[in-house]
């Protein structure tokens, strides 16, 4: 299986961006699926996550009401909406499978992608 996220790029604060997490090689049916961040000279955090048949959510604390976390099932996509960005989200996002809910990570981390919000 290949976890690719693409979206990021170079926001002001108060921008958005729309993250994408595309899967080759495997459906993400009966999965949790979520989003984590890291920062420079910081461990790896989690953002959110999605269980991918019902669609339930949760968020870290820094970002509720903020981000959204969703899934298309036909397209075996998930997406992160990013609103009102702040300095302080900057960090390289990347997306892999909740091994369980709500916010442990698997030992899969693809390729992430970089979120840099100016001030």
């Known amino acids: 299986v290949q976890l690719q996220a693409s979206g990021g790029g170079l926001v002001e604060a108060g921008g958005s961006l729309r993250l994408s997490c595309a899967a080759s090689?495997?459906?993400?049916?009966?999965?949790?699926m979520g989003w984590f961040r890291q920062a420079p000279g910081k461990e790896r955090e989690f953002v959110a996550s999605?269980?991918?048949?019902?669609?339930?959510?949760y968020y870290a604390d820094s970002v509720k009401g903020r981000f959204t976390i969703s899934r298309v099932n036909a397209k075996n996509t998930m997406y992160l909406q990013m609103n009102n960005l702040k300095p302080e989200d900057t960090a390289v996002y990347y997306c892999?499978?909740?091994?369980?809910?709500?916010?442990?990570?698997?030992?899969?981390w693809g390729q992430g992608t970089q979120v840099t919000v100016s001030s």
């Open positions: 090689g495997r459906t993400f049916s009966s999965s949790y």
């Open positions: 892999t499978f909740i091994r369980t809910w709500p916010k442990n990570p698997s030992d899969y």
């Open positions: 999605i269980t991918w048949v019902v669609g339930a959510t």
